[in-house]
């Protein structure tokens, strides 16, 4: 049951170009979506996120776009740094049937920003 | 900078063992949560906590899965008698609210092997 899909493992980029991980989602109750990064052997930390009555988001060099027609997310970095390099997982959570505390991560893109 | 920490970083048991995982949130938060993410996989979570009880739980998280806040600070996940499929990272993680807008602070995980 993949609500939350980020349908590449892996992308790789050089230092200083753009990364964008894409993520995509099915249920349309979602309204709400967050990117985590991970770092090996440490917990997800919280990145940004963006609601869904935005289609835009932005905080320094990350940046969430919101494309709801097509149920679509994408985290742009730019410039991409080495320190980028991590896993970054896409969540959803809904604010309806209150299920607002509950989190649906998808499986995670390992970003690599090779210098 | 407030963390959530979890202990122990790694614990191997035999199958029908009696396991529990302990974290301690960030201080000011109100809402505790538990994940878990089988090697490979992704982040699925287990359980929401508020007030001193459960405010959501997965299916998942069956009748061998209990948590509980035994005093101001703990925060645990009990398993009373481990399977093989239980062999996975836990996360804790705390929030400050509740609502959709509630960024998760994660910890670094507990390893759970199982054998």
């Known amino acids: 049951d993949q609500q939350v899909k980020q349908n590449s493992p892996s992308l790789s980029v050089q230092e200083g170009r753009i990364s964008i991980l894409n993520c995509d989602y099915t249920n349309s109750m979602f309204d709400y979506f967050l990117w985590y990064k991970k770092y090996p052997a440490e917990g997800p930390t919280f990145l940004i996120s963006i609601s869904s009555i935005k289609d835009k988001n932005e905080d320094g060099r990350f940046t969430v776009f919101l494309n709801k027609s097509a149920k679509h997310l994408s985290l742009h970095i730019v410039p991409s740094q080495p320190g980028d390099s991590a896993v970054y997982f896409c969540?959803?959570?809904?604010?309806?049937?209150?299920?607002?505390?509950?989190?649906?991560f998808g499986k995670g893109t390992l970003l690599t920003v090779n210098p | 900078e407030p963390e959530v920490t979890q202990t122990p970083s790694h614990q191997v048991t035999q199958m029908g063992q009696e396991v529990i995982l302990r974290c301690v949130p960030i201080s000011n938060h109100l809402y505790f949560y538990w994940y878990r993410q089988i090697l490979g996989q992704k982040v699925e979570f287990l359980v929401s906590?508020?007030?001193?009880?459960?405010?959501?739980k997965s299916e998942i998280f069956d009748d061998q899965f209990s948590v509980e806040r035994p005093d101001g600070s703990n925060f645990t996940l009990k398993i009373r008698s481990t399977k093989l499929e239980d062999s996975a990272m836990y996360f804790c993680a705390s929030s400050a609210s509740g609502g959709w807008t509630g960024e998760l602070f994660f910890g670094e995980g507990s390893r759970l092997t199982v054998l």
């Open positions: 906590f508020y007030n001193n009880e459960i405010s959501e």
């Open positions: 969540a959803a959570s809904s604010d309806s049937g209150g299920s607002n505390y509950k989190l649906t």
